[in-house]
């Protein structure tokens, strides 16, 4: 990956990024707001120090997509309940261990006993299911677009294979209702996204032509390498000073203009769109998660357990909604490195390295 982390390259398209900002259009509506809608960019912005090299008339929001970050406490809580049966193996993904619930994280469960396994596929969940016939298996399922054709194509074979102690838990979410959600929000104020890469090579670019289209905001997708967001900045940017608003493709060399349509048709034959799914520090938001049809009712774990969210507030210090939102930096919160840090979480953007204030205190903090 050297060529997209070649200094050079990035000195060139700083020049460029400032000349644009330069520009008398551009400085009559400073400053310029982008944000990155995927927590993996937020990652790179903070490891390679990004921000610190643009103008300071361009500030970059950290957006909502980290899964991890926006799984609401309720449904660490759910988690907890499952796995306390004495006859469940709860799995999931390693991220989600840390999440605080309520009272405590999965980890912690662990530690008190409960049968809770990390795993890195759904696939290994049904492997557990089918070595632990006399046990019931409850695979976890968080993420966007990009996790939930795996989890479509576990489920798809659980049935095919028969294996009837294999339940999923379904907490995947979809992105764009969320974008809409915070176009519409009078609070945040946005000039143009950085698109989510991963998403997008599942999902392709049609889904987001509303946002350009609608809103006449710039929507470019973008690769993970800090030569990819300088050069997808850029381009949001030529876009801005010409008035134009645009999906755009920087991602090309992975991201194909209809996605992945065998992931897409296996997603569309599992799940179904819920009426309204709930964000950890955004609230509600319409048809922005998905749970599975009713004809695999049989492995829901929602079904199988009888679960009842409550709904649990986030504690008042805590201010991710507001980060989120990009109202806030992650060192304005005020437990920002001392009662929350990555060791201890109070807050969801601090479990994941893709969240802003994790990223913030790793790449940061230490500077
Ligand atoms: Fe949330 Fe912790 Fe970040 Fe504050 S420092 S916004 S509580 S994650």
Not at 217 to 232: M, N, R, V, Y
Not at 253 to 266: D, K, P, Y
Request: with cysteine; net charge negative; glycine share 8%.
């Amino acid at each position: 990956v050297d060529e997209f982390r070649d200094p050079a390259l990035a000195k060139q398209l700083l020049t460029r990024i400032a000349q644009r900002m330069a520009s008398p259009v551009l400085q009559a509506r400073a400053p310029i707001r982008i944000m990155e809608v995927c927590g993996g960019h937020t990652h790179s912005i903070f490891r390679y120090g990004l921000e610190a090299l643009l103008p300071q008339t361009l500030e970059l929001i950290h957006g909502p997509g980290c899964p991890v970050c926006v799984l609401p406490r309720e449904h660490v809580d759910d988690c907890l309940a499952i796995a306390a049966q004495p006859d469940v193996i709860f799995t999931t993904f390693g991220d989600a261990m840390r999440v605080p619930g309520s009272r405590q994280t999965l980890q912690q469960a662990r530690a008190g006993g409960a049968d809770i396994r990390m795993v890195y596929s759904p696939l290994d969940a049904l492997q557990i299911a089918r070595e632990n016939p006399q046990r019931r298996v409850v695979f976890f399922g968080l993420g966007f677009e990009t996790t939930m054709p795996a989890t479509a194509l576990t489920v798809q074979q659980a049935v095919g294979k028969q294996v009837d102690n294999f339940f999923l838990l379904c907490h995947h979410i979809t992105i764009v209702p969320t974008l809409k959600a915070l176009l519409d929000d009078e609070d945040v104020c946005v000039d143009a996204f950085i698109g989510p890469g991963h998403v997008s090579m599942v999902i392709g670019l049609e889904p987001y032509g509303f946002i350009a289209e609608q809103y006449r905001k710039p929507f470019i997708i973008s690769g993970f390498e800090p030569l990819d967001i300088l050069q997808s900045i850029l381009m949001l940017l030529d876009q801005l000073v010409e008035g134009r608003a645009e999906v755009g493709n920087q991602y090309s060399r992975v991201v194909h203009e209809q996605g992945n349509i065998q992931a897409q048709q296996a997603v569309a034959e599992v799940f179904e769109l819920r009426e309204r799914s709930a964000w950890r520090g955004l609230g509600e938001i319409d048809q922005s998660g998905v749970r599975l049809r009713t004809r695999y009712a049989a492995l829901d774990a929602e079904r199988e357990f009888a679960l009842r969210s409550t709904r649990v507030d986030d504690p008042a210090e805590c201010r991710c909604g507001e980060v989120l939102k990009g109202q806030l930096q992650p060192q304005q919160c005020p437990l920002f490195g001392s009662g929350c840090t990555p060791a201890q979480p109070m807050g969801a953007l601090m479990v994941s390295s893709e969240g802003a204030c994790a990223a913030c205190f790793q790449y940061q903090r230490n500077d």
